[in-house]
Each structure stands twice: as C-alpha cells, then as structure tokens.
C-alpha cells in the first residue's frame, strides 16, 4: 500500500462548496483510510491508498490499541471524483460556469457536489503508441502529435510512453517512470522500430496500471494506434473492467486504413466514451498534431465535480453516472465525463492480510 505525504493535488486545488467541516478532501484514489491520533495533540494522517477511484467509509469509529496510548480512527466515505468537458452546440469548450450550474445524477438519483473547481491542475498522462509493422509509415507523424500534446499541455505535467506490439514497454528509462521534459519524451518516442502485431489490450491495461505510481490525481491516457487487437494475452472485457475502477479518462485516436480487416473502431469509441474522453478516426496521419493540440486545450478547460454517492454499498455493482450543465443565455450544453464506475467488494476480512490465491 502506498503513503501519501501532506496535501495531495486534489485537496490544493478543489474548493469545498459546503460550510460543515467535511473529512471527506483526503484523496480521489483512497478506497479506505486509517488515521491515527498522537497522544498529545497534532493528527498525523496516514492514509492508506487502497483503489483509485473512490474512497470508501461510511462509518467512524475509535478503538483505543492494546498497547497503550494511541487511538485508531476508522472512517469510511465514498468520494466520487470527476473531470467534465462542457460543450456547446459548436462543440467548443464552455468555460465561466459555477457549481450550481451543474447537476450530477447517479442511477437516476440527485447527488449533492461536495467539490466544485475550474482550474488548470497538473495530471499524470500516458501517451499508448502502437508499434506493430502497419504503423511505420506513420510513425513520423505519430511523433510530432505527441510532441504537440506535451508542449500544449500544464508544464508540470507527469508524462510517460507505453509502446506495444508484440510486446508492451516503456519508452523511458528504467529509473524515469514520469518526466515533464518534452525533449525527453521525444527521446523514448525516437528510434522504436515498427514491427510485429498489436497487443492492444495489453498495451492499454499497462498503462492504466502505470498511471497508479503518478502522485497527480487527474489521470489520462492518449491512445494512438492503426488496427484492432492481434495479439494481447487479456481481453477487451478486462480493459473495460479496469477502466471502470479507474479514474482514467481515454483519448483515442484511430487511422484506420479501409483496407486493413484488423480495425476496430467501435472498441476505441466505447473506451472513451465510458471513461469520459473522445475517440478520433483521421482521414490522414497528418491530421493527428492538431488532434493532440485539441485534446490538450480540452483537459485543461475541464471543470471538476465531487460528490457522496446516496447509495453507498461496496457491492460491485456498476454504477451510471450522468451530469448536466446549463446557464441562462448560453443555449444548450452537453456535458462529456465518465458514464459510470464500479466499486469493488470490500474484502471480508482484515485489510491487512495477504491476498489468498
């Protein structure tokens, strides 16, 4: 389990909306928490990352240990946090919007925004490149839109590169899992050969696992790639499992050849729409910078909710999420976000045990 150190970015830059004093602003990605009360005065906070995607607890209650003096807090609450894109009906970025112009529905139901902010925060971004031998050609391009994304994009951004063909690495370094150096990224994208078939699935699960060790709490991932799936050891129904329980929002982008069987549109536009993001199918590998400038302007131009589900159960079940935008004077709005998550099953027994096979 991971320790997180002082404030996290979620808790910088996310204003409370409400006056009550809530304890719910530790972290999106906390599933449950530990804190532990000194004996005299000051809280230490540890908190125990557990998921991703929402923090779990509902009920607070304190134990004194067996050894003496200090006092465990157990808290439990579901937070869920989301990053929204507001459109109008020319599809550009609708900015200058305040908390009670939204309205986040869950299963049908009102939910109460705890959290509301509009600002450009840093995220942790995975650029998924496909390197089987189709791509080639392209890789030019490929190269120059990722290099857009990057300088187009917070300067403290954490970035990394998955490449994937029959195989799935990182560009970077062993020792560099992130930088924030375009001339770096440059390098992990240069001097890849394009050969073999495409491990799609593997590809995009590594890079939603890689995004955990980023420390920013607003995730992407930017998915480049020619074909369907040839290759990949897991399925497309782990891809979106995982994607569900992650805060990851998916950017696709697919230059289909209409000649190549392999293709598979419907699959990157599912991926994105779930998450929250936005798949493209240029007509042309030179299309793609300006595809990547765009989809830099629209993270940055995002607004970000929080609220405390009504149905609170860590009962596995999917849950729908739909949120709604609008403001007198500016016609109609459409709100791109994520269409829902899953919440694991809390374990039955102590967290602290060891998984059994």
Known sequence: MEQLNGLTDLERHVKPQTSERCSTTFCARMRATEISALRFGGIALLVMVLTPHVILAQNSQLTQNNSGGEFTIRTNVDLVVLNATVLNRRDETVSGLSINDFAVYEDGALQQIRHFSHEDVPLTAGILVDNSGSMEPKRKDVIAAAMAFARSSNPQDQMFVVNFNDNVYLGLPADTPFTDQPEQLQRSLAGIRAIGQTSLYDGILFGIDHLKQGSRDKKVLILITDGGDTFSKHTLAQVLTM???????????????????????????????????????????????????????????????????????????????????????????????????????????????????
Not at 303 to 330: F, M, N, W
Request: glycine letters at 8%; one cysteine or more.
């Open 243 to 357: 994607a569900r329980q992650s805060t990851a929002t998916i950017y696709a982008i697919g230059i289909f050849d209409e000649q190549d069987g392999d293709q598979n549109p419907g699959v990157l536009k599912r991926l994105a729409k779930e998450t929250g993001g936005e798949a493209f199918f240029p007509l042309s590998s030179t299309e793609i910078t300006a595809i990547c400038e765009g989809i830099a302007r629209d993270i940055r131009a995002q607004y970000t909710l929080s609220y405390i589900p009504t149905i609170t159960a860590p009962d596995g079940k999917y849950r729908s999420i739909q949120v709604k935008a609008s403001l007198h004077g500016r016609g109609h709005l459409s709100v791109r976000t994520r269409t829902g998550y899953t919440v694991t099953p809390s374990p039955p027994s102590n967290l602290d045990e060891p998984a059994r096979p």
